[in-house]
């Protein structure tokens, strides 16, 4: 099992920055892939970011340019950096890791955008 706990989530006005968080534990050996999913209410989740244990990302439309994605191994965690944020950002963010197949997710943290 891989428990994942994100943080650094909270309300900030349009133009800000945010720093989140994800840190894993538990069986973290072999865990390839990490990175970010959103929902905001009534829409489906969708990709943020992503990124590979050999540091290579990816990014959804909505976010590049703006987000940046970032890991430490040693420290099992991954980062969102969220710049120029947009009311339309505002969402759940869950962060993932994928592990000899399987899915994990966190319990996912509040980022409100305010106009």
């Known amino acids: 099992q891989v428990q994942l706990v994100e943080s650094g989530g909270g309300l900030v006005q349009a133009g800000g920055s945010l720093r989140l968080s994800c840190g894993a534990s538990?069986?973290?050996?072999?865990?390839?892939?990490m990175g970010w999913y959103r929902q905001a209410p009534g829409k489906q989740r969708e990709l943020v970011a992503g990124i590979s244990s050999n540091g290579n990302s990816n990014y959804g439309d909505s976010v590049k340019g703006r987000f940046v994605i970032s890991r430490d191994n040693a420290k099992n965690t991954v980062y969102l950096q969220m710049n120029s944020l947009e009311p339309e950002d505002t969402a759940v963010y869950y962060c993932?890791?994928?592990?000899?197949?399987?899915?994990?997710w966190g319990q996912g943290t509040h980022v409100t955008i305010s106009s």
């Open positions: 538990g069986s973290i050996s072999s865990i390839t892939d």
């Open positions: 993932y890791a994928l592990r000899l197949g399987r899915l994990y």
